[in-house]
């Protein structure tokens, strides 16, 4: 990251962002890049992430910013966070929503078999977390007029990916808490959007069933290929700052053109081929089809 130029898009600027982990998170790209282009930051996540993840090393890594321990799906904590940052940093420019889990996916349960709790427990952690990080931002006057907001979401909020189980319904209600919250902040100039980005490699990504072959298919379609996770932090860098102080309720794709993408040629002999050659599609769970001369 210090090999890269910086164009001091965030200098002056002071931020948290919630739920770096370890060098796969995205979080933790977004921490790099925003440090890099001159923001001032603080980095928060659950008591156990700061002791099972790489958290303070992450801080030492962006000039020693503090680091705030907060379940944000606990208004006490999430109160408590807001005001240790107006004292470390004073009011704040931006904030970083990059929290996701879902203990049904990690069981392995069916989207027709969930377990209800858990269920529950997924958009309370990955999405109604987002309306109470900005709920008690305003209460504790810790946002700054101007402000941006950034919450990442994934292409499963509108499309169907199986495995990607209650995390989809979670995905779906996150950004339409961005959506509704939108005017209300605009009174104050305050924007929010929501970057929905590639497959990506991370601790909680790698555990979705199939997450190898979402990632593979979703490389080869994609025009330009996945977006990486440092790169995915240099595009919400512009998001969070000035140069885009009119783009606000959008859902942004940064996943190499893989929403505007049907199927691609090679793609479609791929599978044509598959079809055809009944072992391949006994092993994807498709019934083969009789060879055709053509």
Excluded at 15 to 44: R, T, V, Y
Excluded at 260 to 269: E, K, N, V, Y
Aim: net charge negative; aromatic share 8%; charged share 20%.
């Amino acid at each position: 990251m210090s090999q890269k130029k910086s164009y001091g898009l965030l200098e002056g600027k002071r931020g948290i962002i919630f739920g770096p982990l370890d060098e796969s998170s995205i979080g933790w790209q977004i921490a790099l890049a925003a440090h890099h282009e001159g923001a001032k930051l603080a980095i928060s996540n659950v008591a156990i992430a700061l002791r099972v993840g790489k958290v303070r090393e992450l801080a030492e890594l962006c000039g020693n910013a503090p680091v705030i321990q907060c379940d944000a799906t606990n208004n006490e904590e999430i109160e408590a966070a807001f005001t240790t940052v107006k004292e470390e940093l004073g009011p704040i420019d931006f904030i970083v929503h990059s929290i996701g889990m879902s203990q049904n996916i990690r069981k392995g349960l069916p989207y027709n078999d969930l377990n209800y709790d858990w269920y529950l427990r997924t958009l309370d952690v990955s999405a109604i977390s987002l309306h109470r990080i900005l709920t008690y931002a305003i209460k504790t006057e810790a946002l700054n007029d101007g402000a941006s907001v950034v919450a990442m979401t994934y292409i499963a909020a509108q499309r169907n990916f199986s495995s990607y189980s209650d995390m989809g319904d979670a995905k779906s209600l996150l950004e339409s808490i961005a959506r509704s919250y939108g005017p209300r902040l605009a009174q104050r100039g305050i924007r929010i959007n929501t970057v929905s980005q590639s497959p990506t490699y991370t601790r909680a990504g790698s555990g979705i069933e199939n997450f190898d072959k979402m990632y593979d298919y979703a490389d080869h379609v994609s025009p330009l290929g996945n977006a990486s996770a440092e790169e995915c932090g240099d595009f919400v860098v512009t998001l969070l700052s000035d140069l885009t102080r009119k783009v606000t309720m959008q859902n942004l794709y940064h996943d190499g053109g893989y929403s505007s993408m049907g199927t691609t040629i090679p793609m479609l002999h791929l599978f044509h081929s598959a079809l055809h050659t009944p072992e391949m599609a006994q092993t994807a769970g498709i019934a083969p089809l009789p060879n055709i001369e053509e």
